[in-house]
């Protein structure tokens, strides 16, 4: 499955973004999804992750009550809406496709399928 992501830019603390990832080459129910992100040197981290039915979602403790994640199935397509920005919330996301269990979805190495990014600048 190829992955592409966008939505991203430059908003001021406080503001939103919605972030999309839209699949192609197979169908995205197949897969549970998450988002990652990485700021300049630093690891890419965990962000949010959704089942591939869409019932179940988990998240970061530093995203928790602020961001959302979902799924359109129908439209081969996984968003993440931001709100609530903060500075540090600046990195590039990336959305990805779990190729193992649903355990394993916070674990970036467990990923086989990933976008190229986007990136989301929040100002201060």
């Known amino acids: 499955v190829q992955l592409q992501a966008s939505g991203g830019g430059l908003v001021q603390a406080g503001g939103s973004l919605r972030l999309s990832c839209v699949a192609s080459?197979?169908?995205?129910?197949?897969?549970?999804m998450a988002w990652f992100r990485q700021a300049p040197v630093k690891e890419r981290r965990f962000v949010a992750g959704?089942?591939?039915?869409?019932?179940?979602?988990v998240y970061s403790e530093s995203v928790k009550g602020r961001f959302t994640i979902s799924r359109d199935n129908a439209k081969n397509t996984v968003y993440l809406q931001l709100n609530s920005l903060r500075p540090e919330d600046t990195a590039v996301y990336y959305c990805?496709?779990?190729?193992?269990?649903?355990?394993?979805?916070?674990?970036?190495?467990?990923?086989?399928?990933w976008g190229q990014g986007t990136l989301v600048t929040v100002s201060s």
């Open positions: 080459g197979r169908t995205l129910s197949a897969y549970d």
């Open positions: 959704i089942s591939d039915s869409g019932d179940i979602t």
């Open positions: 990805a496709a779990l190729r193992d269990s649903w355990r394993w979805v916070r674990f970036a190495s467990k990923y086989g399928h």
